[in-house]
């Protein structure tokens, strides 16, 4: 494990020493949860932009259709089925 050093403004670095306190963890815990959770959110924004600008291109090129979710739910309501 790798050590670094972050400098925090003195009202949030409070703030972290109260929360890890209370919630009975290191404020290193604190701090190593927040970033991961950070970087997830982060990666998680960049595939679905990633994602949405696939469909843009798909529609440009014609080879999205309508939505299938009305479909879907027809079906799953008995509608629209054979026999």
Partial sequence: MR???IR???D???DA???S???GESINQLVVDAVAEALDRRRANRALARMSERIGRM???GRVGAPSE???RELREGHGRRG
Wanted: net charge neutral; no cysteine.
């Fill in 3 to 5: 050590a670094i050093t």
């Fill in 8 to 10: 925090f403004p003195d």
């Fill in 12 to 14: 949030l670095a409070t």
């Fill in 17 to 19: 020493q109260l929360e």
């Fill in 21 to 23: 306190r209370s919630a």
């Fill in 59 to 61: 529609r440009q090129q």
């Fill in 70 to 72: 009305p479909l879907i």
